[in-house]
C-alpha cells in the first residue's frame, strides 16, 4: 500500500518541459534535413548543375535573314589569285558557292565587267566585299596585281571591318609577305581540310557581323 501511495504522489513533469521534449523530438528531423538542404546547395556540383539547367541555348544566329547585314555588300568573299592559279580557285569558288549558305564570290575572270579597267573592278570588289581570301603561291608573289589586290584590300580592311584570309600553298613561311605578318594564315596542305578552314573562318565573320549589328540596334 506504501508503495501505491507513493506512486500515486509522485510528480508529474511540468508542461512546458513536455512541451520542450516534444519540440526538440519533433524539430530534430527539420533541423537535420535543414542542414542538409544547405549543404546540398552550398555543394559545388549542384549548383553547377542547376545554373546548367536554367541556361537557355544560345540560338545560331541567321546570316541569311532579309534584316541581315550580309546583304549591305555585294559579295561575301573576294579571291585574289595569280593567273596560274585559277583551276584551284575554281573549285574553291565551286565549294563556297555550293554550301547550304550560297556564299557571294567575286571571281575576276568571271565576274569582271567586259570594258571595265582592271583597277576600276578590282578596287569595287574590294570594297563591295566582306571578306579577301588571298591565295599565296609563288605566282603571286611575282604578280605585281595580286601585289596591288593585297594592299588595296589592307587598306580597305580598317575602314569596313572587314576579314583578310591568306592562305599559303607551296610557300615557305619565311616567304610570307612582310604586309601580312600579323594576320593568321591557312597552310594549304590538303585541299578540302583548307576549303573547310576556309569557309568556317567566313561563316564565323558573317555571324559576327550579324551579332554585332543586332546588339548594336539593341
Not at 59 to 75: E, N, T
Not at 84 to 109: A, I, K, N
Request: glycine residues 4%; proline residues 6%.
Amino acid at each position: 500500500a506504501g508503495w501505491f501511495r507513493r506512486l500515486l504522489h509522485k510528480p508529474k513533469p511540468s508542461s512546458v518541459e513536455s512541451l520542450k521534449s516534444s519540440h526538440s523530438a519533433s524539430s530534430s528531423p527539420s533541423s537535420s534535413s535543414s542542414s542538409s538542404a544547405k549543404s546540398s546547395s552550398s555543394s559545388p556540383g549542384t549548383s553547377l548543375a542547376t545554373s546548367s539547367i536554367s541556361l537557355s541555348p544560345v540560338s545560331a544566329v541567321d546570316i541569311s535573314a532579309s534584316h541581315s547585314p550580309r546583304w549591305d555588300k555585294s559579295y561575301d568573299v573576294c579571291i585574289c589569285h595569280s593567273e596560274g592559279d585559277v583551276e584551284l580557285v575554281s573549285e574553291l569558288v565551286s565549294y563556297l558557292e555550293g554550301q547550304p549558305e550560297s556564299f557571294r564570290c567575286f571571281l575576276q575572270l568571271r565576274d569582271a565587267v567586259a570594258g571595265s579597267a582592271v583597277v576600276t573592278e578590282l578596287c569595287d570588289a574590294v570594297q563591295n566585299s566582306h571578306c579577301w581570301v588571298m591565295l599565296i603561291t609563288p605566282g603571286f608573289l611575282q604578280d605585281p596585281w595580286c601585289r596591288y589586290q593585297m594592299h588595296q584590300a589592307l587598306a580597305e580592311a580598317p575602314m569596313a571591318n572587314g576579314r583578310t584570309i591568306p592562305v599559303l600553298k607551296d610557300v615557305d613561311r619565311k616567304d610570307y609577305p612582310r604586309e601580312l605578318r600579323n594576320i593568321y594564315y591557312i597552310y594549304m596542305a590538303l585541299k578540302e581540310k583548307s576549303f573547310r578552314q576556309i569557309r568556317d573562318t567566313v561563316m564565323r565573320y558573317l555571324q559576327e557581323l550579324c551579332k554585332s549589328s543586332t546588339k548594336s540596334m539593341e
